[in-house]
């Protein structure tokens, strides 16, 4: 504690200036919270209905032909010419190995597009904890396009916009096609930090008359 005179001579007594931590973060394992933003999945719900009714088809087919034949009912009809079928044929036969070249080709195929996160058209922005924003390619390109179309010298603009490239195909009606291609170079280059990606595309810009 401190003492102080004052303009009288009085003393006055003074508690300690409370210490302040030092500035900076407050915990370490904030920052490492964070993690990037990933690709939007697709939820997929007429597929997988779609899925779901056909085996509920099929399973309701096999079970009303188990139960016939319990009955002591003949069986179907196609079930009884599949087991003709099979009696018929082995394994080891060039049809039967095609068949199940083609079923296993079909259900890799269909494995693989399942775990596909799918909505490509769909590009994941940078934003806050908490927080998935995202743009799709054609308006991602319509803005490129808007920028590029403001350059001195460009009468016509295509952009092709893909996750990891943009491709800027333009055409020029005056001006040297080298001072074009410069200009479009650093607008698509702002334009593409402007539009806040989680993973900027590379440019590709193409002038030509």
Known sequence: MRRDVGPRGRHRDRAPAPRLPPAGPR??????????????????RIPAGLTALAVLA???????????????????????????QL?????????????????????????LLALAPGLRGLLPMRAEP?????IRRKAAALVLRD??????????????????RV??????????????????????????EELGLAHPPRPRVRVRR
Request: aromatic share 4%; charged share 25%.
């Open 27 to 44: 915990r370490t394992g904030e920052a490492a919270a964070v993690t990037p933003p990933r690709r939007f999945r697709s939820a997929r």
């Open 58 to 84: 099929v399973a309701g087919l096999f079970l009303y032909d188990l139960a016939a034949v319990r009955a002591h009912r003949p069986a179907m009809r196609w079930r009884r010419e599949l087991a003709a």
């Open 87 to 111: 009696e018929r044929h082995t394994p080891a036969d060039t049809e039967v190995l095609v068949a199940g070249g083609v079923l296993a080709l079909a259900g890799a195929v269909l494995l």
């Open 130 to 134: 908490g927080v998935r924003a995202g």
């Open 147 to 164: 920028r590029a179309m403001e350059v001195s010298g460009v009468r016509s603009v295509r952009v092709r916009m893909g996750r990891g």
């Open 167 to 192: 491709g800027v195909r333009a055409t020029s009606h005056f001006r040297e096609l080298d001072d074009v291609r410069a200009d479009l170079d650093a607008v698509v280059a702002v334009g593409i």
